[in-house]
């Protein structure tokens, strides 16, 4: 498959790439160096990015409803106003995340590392964050409804209140 002159298959190095706005849902991207491309407002739901690199990758207001991304790296990703739901994000490195008013509802987010990410206004209902780090994360005005925090490590996050967890 290619998509605006890249090859798109498991473990392509598209690295800096270009794919504003590209159609790449049910793409199979496992495994895919996708750090610093340019993502945004990509059509991505359903993809298959399991341990994909999108470190510092712009996905603002991507759609990847349904993507699979467990173990993915999504370190300094800036993922504001991002469909992420149902998206399964076990394990996924998201340390510094912009996810600001990100759509994260009923998405699967055990294990995941979201120190000191950007979560202000996401919708989190009904998500699974059992046993994520969220340690200083920014949860102001986040809907947390029904979202499973078992295990989470809320140390000094900021609480949709505005106040800071102990």
Not at 9 to 34: F, H, Q, T, V
Not at 50 to 75: F, K, T
Not at 142 to 153: P, Q, V
Request: avoid cysteine; hydrophobic fraction near 45%.
């Amino acid at each position: 498959m290619e998509v605006n002159g890249y090859e798109i298959r498991p473990g392509a190095n598209l690295e800096g790439a270009d794919l504003k706005n590209a159609n790449l849902s049910d793409a199979n991207l496992e495994g895919a160096i996708l750090e610093d491309a340019i993502l945004a407002g990509a059509n991505l739901e359903n993809a298959k990015l399991e341990g994909a690199n999108l470190r510092d990758a712009y996905l603002m207001g991507a759609n990847l409803n349904g993507a699979y991304l467990m173990g993915a790296n999504l370190m300094l990703a800036h993922m504001r106003g991002a469909d992420l739901g149902a998206a399964d994000l076990r394990g996924a490195e998201m340390d510094s995340a912009d996810l600001e008013d990100a759509d994260l509802t009923a998405a699967d987010l055990r294990g995941a590392d979201l120190t000191d990410a950007n979560l202000k206004g996401a919708d989190l209902t009904a998500a699974d964050l059992m046993g994520a780090d969220l340690t200083e994360a920014n949860l102001k005005g986040a809907d947390l409804r029904g979202a499973s925090l078992r295990r989470a490590d809320l140390s000094g996050a900021i609480m949709p209140d505005g106040t800071i967890h102990d």
